[in-house]
Every structure is written in structure tokens, then in C-alpha cells.
């Protein structure tokens, strides 16, 4: 009974969690975005451009740390696969 509750639960866990890595991404890329008009709009002091160039550079820096972590935990599951596919076929 145990091993069906928890079966039933890491993909309901799973989806959220991708849920919320696509939820993450879309924001980040959507203030990388805004930031990059409003450095390159009219009008703007020098002083308000280097406040955009930094809400700039720090959005790019998290967008990658965590896609590098997204793609690591993609890596790891499919590694653990695999192991467990060989364990499997080592026992035939």
C-alpha cells in the first residue's frame, strides 16, 4: 500500500515542481526582457540606465544558475535510470 501512495505522489510532485521551473523561467525572461527596453529607451538619466544594466545582468546570472540546475537534476534522473536499467538487465 505504502509503495502505491508513493508512487501516486512523486509525479503529482514532479509536475509541480516543472510547473514552477517554467512559472520561474517565463518571469526571469520576462524582466530580462523589460530590463533591456528600458535600457535602451529614450529619455532615461544615465543613473536609471545602470539600475536597468544591473536588474539586467543580475536576471541573466540567475537564468543560468538555474537552468545549469534544472539541467543537472534532468541529468542525474536520467543517469539513475540508466543504472537502474543495468542493474535490471545484470540480474536476466
Known amino acids: 500500500m505504502t ?8 509525479p503529482t510532485m514532479a509536475l509541480a515542481k516543472k510547473e ?9 525572461e520576462a524582466n530580462i526582457g523589460l530590463a533591456y527596453t528600458k535600457i535602451h529607451l529614450n529619455g532615461n538619466s544615465d543613473k536609471t540606465k545602470r539600475s536597468w544594466i ?6 541573466v546570472k540567475t537564468y543560468g544558475f538555474l537552468r545549469r ?4 537534476t534532468d541529468l542525474e534522473n536520467r543517469i539513475e535510470i540508466l543504472e537502474q536499467e543495468k542493474i535490471v538487465n545484470f540480474r536476466r
Open 3 to 10: 509503495e502505491l501512495s508513493e508512487t501516486n505522489v512523486e
Open 20 to 28: 514552477l521551473e517554467t512559472k520561474l523561467f517565463r518571469c526571469l
Open 54 to 59: 544591473r536588474e539586467f545582468n543580475d536576471s
Open 69 to 72: 540546475i534544472v539541467d543537472l
